[in-house]
């Protein structure tokens, strides 16, 4: 009996092993039974998006937000420190070159040039006594030589009077720089004095007033000086925007914008780019978020009179147009390159052998081709391609194609990743009916 029992066991554990294999079998063929199924329940392919290959203008552009700013804006500020005893525009108002626009109580000044101008007299004064003091030492030199031509004098008699000639010549020299000095300080006041009244510096509008009659403002000889308010220009208008680093260098000057100002609702302003920086702009320095950026400022070319300094704009600048081209969507166009993983298994193998083979391998991956899937009856053909400008929803297309072809436009999915060479394909029969319906609306 132990003999019978001990030789059934083997037989068991086989029979069991066998039925997990064939219980693995069957989910896996059930698995792909289902995938089949369902990959072809309504037809046979990938489901893919169609368009043909067309000839349209295309207009390439580049975006920046930023605010708006008038060519020529001027802080006017007192040189003088003082009380505001007149104000000749308020906000709003445009104003003439030359125009009085602030006048500060000018008595401190006053009274410093009246100090100035006794300065000058008792300098005048000290002047002319020096002058008569030379005269009479000229007088009593010329007598004393006269004595001691006549041995009536003696020599020391004599070297005195030189001496006392030349002390008065001194005095002379000393009370004609006193004159100077005061006749400059004179000057300086009356300049002090003028600056109490400020002129407008340029025909203008008056963007900001921040004083009023009776305020006191520090001059900006002692410091950074009052602003009491600001003036602009507002014939020629500008929107100083912020383009990225990669779009800047496709702009360039007298490029054409339309710019959108926030503040005023579905209008859009003729510009053209009349500055481009060349210092960037950067922020979030040290994070992961730093963005690099360079000012464009683009000139409106008729300013509407809604327009204000600090106003938030949208500038879209037209970089590059191409007239009657080729061209295909966006998404059309990939770059999936599949060879890259082997390229990458051979750098690595390469790489102990040669760093310059490594490099190579590495370029070889960077540089995948773009291409777009060509429906060819019920497949698709891959087909590498060459592309020009874009805008929001076309590539131009230089070569690669030609004008009437079906491309594949959709999904996404189908072209990143699903589609190959020789893939049976099949229309979305929705997204064609819509597209219909939008045409027949359209009419």
């Not at 295309?58 to 008038?70: A, E, F, K, L, N």
């Not at 104000?87 to 070159?97: F, H, M, N, P, Y």
């Not at 004064?125 to 001691?148: D, M, V, Y």
Request: glycine share 6%; aromatic share 2%.
């Amino acid at each position: 009996m132990a003999e019978t029992t001990t030789n059934r066991r083997p037989l068991k554990k086989k029979s069991r092993t066998g039925l997990i294999v064939g219980i693995v079998l069957a989910v896996l063929l059930g698995s792909a039974i289902a995938a089949m199924v369902l990959r072809d329940s309504d037809g046979e392919g990938i489901l893919v998006e169609t368009e043909k290959v067309q000839r349209r203008d295309i207009t390439q552009t580049v975006y920046g937000r930023g605010t708006i700013d008038p060519e020529t804006q001027l802080v006017i500020s007192s040189e003088v420190s003082g009380e505001i005893v007149f104000l000749g525009a308020k906000e709003g108002d445009v104003v003439q070159k030359g125009q009085v626009l602030v006048k500060i109580n000018p008595q401190s000044m006053l009274a410093q040039q009246s100090e100035a101008q006794a300065a000058i007299s008792g300098a005048q004064a000290r002047l002319a006594s020096a002058k008569a003091g030379l005269i009479r030492q000229q007088t009593e030199l010329a007598r004393i030589q006269q004595l001691f031509d006549k041995n009536l004098s003696t020599r020391q008699e004599l070297d005195n009077a030189k001496s006392q000639v030349q002390i008065s010549e001194a005095e002379v020299d000393a009370a004609g720089f006193a004159v100077d000095q005061a006749r400059a300080n004179s000057r300086m006041v009356q300049e002090s004095l003028n600056k109490t009244t400020i002129r407008a510096p340029i025909t203008g509008t008056i963007v900001k007033l921040n004083s009023k009659v009776g305020e006191k403002v520090v001059g900006a000889i002692q410091m950074t000086g009052t602003e009491i308010m600001t003036i602009a220009d507002l014939s020629v208008i500008e929107a100083v925007v912020d383009v990225s680093e990669n779009d800047v260098v496709q702009v360039q000057l007298n490029d054409t914008a339309d710019v959108e100002v926030d503040a005023i609702a579905n209008e859009k302003f003729k510009a053209y780019v009349s500055q481009i920086a060349n210092s960037p702009k950067k922020s979030g320095l040290g994070t992961t978020d730093q963005v690099t950026n360079f000012e464009v400022r683009v000139r409106f070319v008729n300013p509407d009179p809604r327009l204000r300094p600090g106003m938030t704009a949208t500038a879209t600048i037209k970089t590059a147009t191409a007239k009657n081209v080729l061209s295909v969507p966006l998404q059309s166009v990939t770059s999936r390159d599949e060879d890259k993983e082997k390229d990458s298994i051979r750098a690595a193998e390469e790489e102990e052998r040669s760093v310059k083979n490594v490099k190579l391998a590495s370029k070889k991956e960077e540089k995948a081709q773009p291409m777009v899937f060509v429906k060819v009856g019920d497949s698709v053909t891959i087909r590498k391609v060459e592309y020009g400008i874009r805008d929001e929803q076309y590539y131009q297309i230089t070569s690669g194609l030609n004008e009437g072809e079906e491309v594949i436009s959709g999904g996404y999915k189908a072209i990143s990743k699903d589609l190959e060479q020789g893939s049976k394909v099949r229309i979305d029969l929705e997204v064609k009916k819509k597209e219909k319906n939008e045409k027949g609306g359209k009419k």
